[in-house]
DNA sequence: CCAAAAGTGTTACCTTTACACCCATGA
DNA sequence: TCATGGGTGTAAAGGTAACACTTTTGG
């Protein structure tokens, strides 16, 4: 790494690693930067959110979000995070095991006494992750040695946090109540085949409200958004939290034609599920944010 | 400044301040941290931006951003930024000289490869700056020594920008555009008193629609969030951005009473003016976040 | 067999859209 | 006086909210 005092700003200086005391050195204090994850997870019926059992000072003891220190750069050649989405990803995947997750940055926390070591600014994620991932979850988290250093709480009773973490959870939840009714976000809290059930659940858990079941399933379908998916041999029960069972492959779905009334094969009514609209082949050169939906979604009211 | 190496974390160190050297010293490599401000001024008609054009390298001579670094810490007693929002703020201050402004993050940059000279990731804001202070920018920074080295530029023809500042910009119009779609915030773009024509063209600027003016209006007063203000003793052009007339306290208002028909009073039809209906106190124990409208404005579909 | 969940359709009401005419102002 | 901007109302079309009965499923 360059070693020569550059000076293109007068208020800027590049930084520098000192061999002997394997320590880097700046004519300016620098704060860290960490990632903090508001993973929230949905089971069927209720919001999660996942958090983890501090082990260390301070605030040892108490639980707190998931997060950790962004990967600046490794004069020795370490790995680094490109981006502080790549923070979040690697802290995400270190509690849950999970990749491909609905992952969006919502906002820096930075009051400078947030963190009593040093000045640490955070940005806040938001995850969305659905019932399969839900479960798998809990079962490795059950599986673990460390047992139970992560769990999962239901949103409306969480322990006390550490730092400010409240208050970024507080602002996570108004976040994800804004964009669910804007942006069909709500289907990252959801498996790729769902029923109307689930996906009402999602929007009453998150905004609090309670619709009409004919009027919320006339909207989601106006929205053109969903496509109904024929369910062979399956009497899928609702998820429920205390299900053990392992739920894998036993769903096979494929896409019914619109104009062929499942009337037609099924003996008997059975229970309808959705899965998410495929649209054509929306490869817009976007950074391909993994399993995010990003189409408009003016949703209920 | 603490002066000895306390462990909490393994993965974690205080920063230690070296007296000889003037150093600040980590046992990992730290980001510098900025707040950059995407200024959207409204001069009655069009959105303009406020751009710096930089005096040092790296991109010297190009536009770019007001923003500058957050001051994080200082062990001679220097003054700090106790948060992000500070250090935005003293940056729009500097270049503008104007406080309580409107002042929004919407999101953080760490590409790694963002800045040439290190490390470092940058915090967007929107700042929203309606006609009068419009105007009162350009006065100042016509007047000023170093002439020009701020300006107004019009949203849709920006000049080449530094840094990854024109990415930043794209996604503040989409986050400008999607918040006025929700939020009540283009009032932050207008004076306290405006014209519906005013309130209007905000929007179609904003969204690139247009609207029929007669619905627009209906829309905007059965939202309940507008007071009909009478001016008195004022004929007042329509702002362009050519106007270098000192306009000040030229217009008086007051409150009509909702029943109270303005027919009654006047002897000719006036201009109608507008301003933001004053709520009951709503003192919610919150930041005070100077200037900022919170209240939900679900307008226009 | 019973209780709870889920499938389905109609009507009254409200909102939205589209559109035209008149008056005021200033060039 | 002419062009432009701004004030105002109405009617048709579309969308929303409220609501009940039947079938299916699982215990």
């Given at each position: 790494m360059n070693n020569e005092k550059s000076t293109y700003n007068e208020r800027y200086n590049d930084q520098f690693y000192d061999d002997e005391k394997k320590e880097y050195l700046y004519r300016y204090p620098h704060a860290a930067v960490t990632a903090d994850c508001v993973i929230f997870g949905f089971d069927g019926k209720n919001l999660k959110i996942l958090l983890i059992e501090r082990g260390l000072e301070p605030y040892k003891g108490m639980w707190a979000l998931p997060g950790g220190f962004m990967k600046v750069a490794d004069p020795n050649g370490g790995s680094i995070d490109l981006t502080i989405e790549d923070t979040a990803k690697r802290e995400l995947k270190e509690e849950t095991n999970l990749s491909g997750v609905f992952l969006q940055q919502f906002k820096v926390f930075s009051r400078f006494d947030r963190d009593p070591r040093e000045r640490v600014i955070t940005v806040a994620f938001i995850a969305l992750i659905g019932p399969n991932n839900y479960r798998k979850v809990v079962e490795e988290t059950m599986a673990?040695?460390?047992?139970?250093?992560a769990m999962w709480w239901n949103e409306e009773a969480l322990p006390p946090m550490a730092f400010d973490h409240a208050e970024i959870i507080k602002e996570a939840k108004e976040y994800l109540a804004e964009q669910i009714s804007i942006k069909p976000v709500a289907f990252n809290l959801l498996d790729d085949t769902f029923s109307m059930t689930e996906l009402q659940n999602v929007y009453e858990a998150i905004t609090g409200q309670t619709y009409d079941r004919r009027n919320f399933q006339r909207k989601a379908l106006q929205t053109g958004m969903l496509d109904e998916v024929t369910s062979v041999n399956c009497s899928m029960a609702p998820l429920t939290a205390s299900d053990d069972v392992k739920i894998e492959n036993i769903c096979f779905s494929s896409c019914a034609e619109p104009e062929e009334k499942s009337t037609r094969i099924s003996p008997r009514k059975r229970k309808k599920f959705f899965s998410l609209h495929k649209g054509?082949?929306?490869?817009?050169?976007?950074?391909?944010?993994?399993g995010s939906i990003k189409d408009i979604f003016n949703f209920i009211k």
């Open positions: 673990g040695d460390d047992a139970a250093n054509p082949k929306n490869n817009s050169s976007d950074d391909s944010e993994e």
